[in-house]
């Protein structure tokens, strides 16, 4: 089964910025999802199709995807950003959707 | 506005089965399709299938195959998941989510915490 990979762990000082990656065996041939976390509380999608970004979400967060990566950034990083983060893409030749190992974003 | 409100946390033996609920409003329910994703305690999201509310077609992850089946109640614009076989280690809070064609969940319910315990 398609496995995507996350570092377990991103820690950063407010205002600057975040990066978390998200590796996949040719990911760039499928369309990566991003969701936020907060403890207790339901994912949230803050990037789809790599770089899209849904309606309320900051400008500060912003996607790419190049060779076997994905990445979301998030600039100028709050205390409000710190999150678990998950990556997802649709495994098209088994009709399954995939979720990430999972990033949690600390703020200092 | 789109809501998906879940059934409240349940408390089962294990080797028993249960039926969690997804109610859905806000939207023309069966032009998309719903999503259950499950996470255990301290543990990241495991997708478990979809069900496409347009025919009631359906897709399980294989790990959830023979134990799991998604329905739906277009009359109440309601999703059913039933997991039978019960085990410790189905222990999860379990989410519907809101998907189509897109390939991506745009929204989510707010969770239902399943315990499996003697």
């Known amino acids: 089964s398609y496995v995507l990979t996350q570092p377990p762990s991103v820690s950063v000082a407010p205002g600057n910025t975040a990066i978390i990656t998200c590796g996949g065996n040719?990911?760039?041939?499928?369309?990566v999802h991003w969701y936020q976390q907060k403890p207790g509380q339901a994912p949230l999608l803050v990037m789809y199709?790599?770089?899209g970004r849904p309606s309320g979400i900051p400008e500060r967060f912003s996607g790419s995807k190049s060779g076997k990566t994905a990445t979301l950034t998030i600039s100028r990083v709050e205390a409000g950003d710190e999150a678990d983060y998950y990556c997802?893409?649709?495994?098209?030749?088994?009709?399954?959707?995939?979720f990430g190992t999972g990033t949690k974003v600390t703020v200092l | 506005q789109v809501h998906l409100v879940q059934s409240g946390a349940e408390v089962k033996k294990p080797g028993a089965s249960v039926k969690l609920s997804c109610k859905a409003s806000?939207?023309?329910?069966?032009?998309?399709?719903i999503h259950w994703v499950r996470q255990a305690p301290g543990h990241g999201l495991e997708w478990m299938g979809i069900?496409?509310?347009?025919?009631?077609?359906?897709v399980y992850a294989q790990t959830f195959r023979g134990r799991v089946t998604m329905t739906s109640d277009t009359s109440t614009s309601t999703v059913y998941v039933d997991l039978s076989s019960l085990r410790s280690e189905d222990t999860a809070v379990y989410y519907c989510?809101?998907?189509?064609?897109?390939?991506?969940?745009?929204?989510w319910g707010q969770g239902t915490l399943l315990t499996v315990s003697s």
């Open positions: 997802q893409v649709w495994e098209y030749s088994s009709d399954h959707y995939v």
């Open positions: 989510a809101r998907g189509w064609d897109s390939r991506y969940l745009d929204y």
């Open positions: 199709y790599d770089s």
């Open positions: 069900i496409d509310l347009s025919g009631g077609t359906t």
């Open positions: 040719n990911i760039g041939n499928y369309g």
């Open positions: 806000g939207y023309a329910f069966s032009s998309y399709h």
